[in-house]
């Protein structure tokens, strides 16, 4: 790609298409426009409509960074520094998991659980999101829940930073809590309406397989769930149900085939009642709400 050449939106897409194609990116002609978009600070429908714009030199010269970061296989997420979830926008840095499309599954089941409980009840409701990474997940609870409150909780404090960062964004700061430690620890002696967790759940061993995308960029305390991936869900199943107020809930999202011994688990422990799977677009059991007895 020559720098002095005239290089337009549609020439510059179908170029980085074809580039992209060549260096085993998985969708080359989405990124390309994701990524010009952002460079021209644009809607990707602008791209389309102004076809034969040419590209400044100075956006010529961003563009070709954000290639050259793609095909070394850098998440589009972390090149241009956000990620839209459940319609909204959220920073993100290689400190935090790139928001996936899946979750939003977990945060519907929440969000229609929670409102199920009724009007006058969610005056009160308060959540936990345990591992909470960017804040995706309660964040956007907190955004369609306006009554809402939450504590969240992450091992990370560079992760923790990410999601303070999107809480003041979207105007959320002052209705959650952000708590630095393991899981349930720092929430002893509180009671929740529900607890919510995206947990590390790939098994150690399957590390090694996953797209470098995910294997060389994502923050790997955030996938890792030991031996057999259940690592962490044993632990939530231990302890979230003292934590829980009476006909409270724990949400939790699966791994491939992790649902089922999730509510094995879940049954040999006398804390727990009613038991919901729900599955994701690809109809694979995604998501496991158990609830309080």
Known sequence: MAQNEIWTIGRILKWTEQYFGTKGVEAPRLDAEV?????????RIYLYVHFDEPL????????????KKRIQRMPVAYIIG??????LPFRVTPAVLVPRPDTEILVQAVMDRLKAAGDEEQKA????????????????????????????????????AVARENAA???????VEFR???LLEPLAGQCFQA?????????????????????????????????????FYE????????????????????GIHQAEPITELAAQNPAWGRQEVLKDYAGIDRVVVLWKK
């Open 35 to 43: 990524l010009l978009s952002h460079v021209l600070k644009k809607e």
């Open 195 to 231: 607890i919510v967790s995206n947990p590390p759940y790939i098994p150690k061993a399957d590390i090694l397989g996953l797209e470098p995308e995910v294997r060389e960029y994502e923050p790997m305390g955030a996938l890792d769930g030991g031996q057999t991936g259940m690592d």
């Open 235 to 254: 632990r939530l199943l231990a302890g979230a149900a003292p934590l829980l107020a009476a006909g409270g809930f724990l949400a939790l999202e699966a």
């Open 180 to 182: 630095e430690g393991d």
């Open 82 to 87: 956000q990620r839209e979830f459940m319609g």
């Open 56 to 67: 400044e030199p100075e956006e010529l010269t961003i563009y070709r960074e954000y290639i």
């Open 125 to 160: 409701q308060i959540v936990a999101d345990i591992g909470t990474g960017s804040g995706a997940i309660c964040l956007s609870l907190l955004h369609y829940l306006p009554r809402l409150r939450a504590v969240t909780v992450d091992i990370s404090p560079a992760a923790l």
């Open 169 to 175: 964004a979207l105007e959320l700061a002052e209705r």
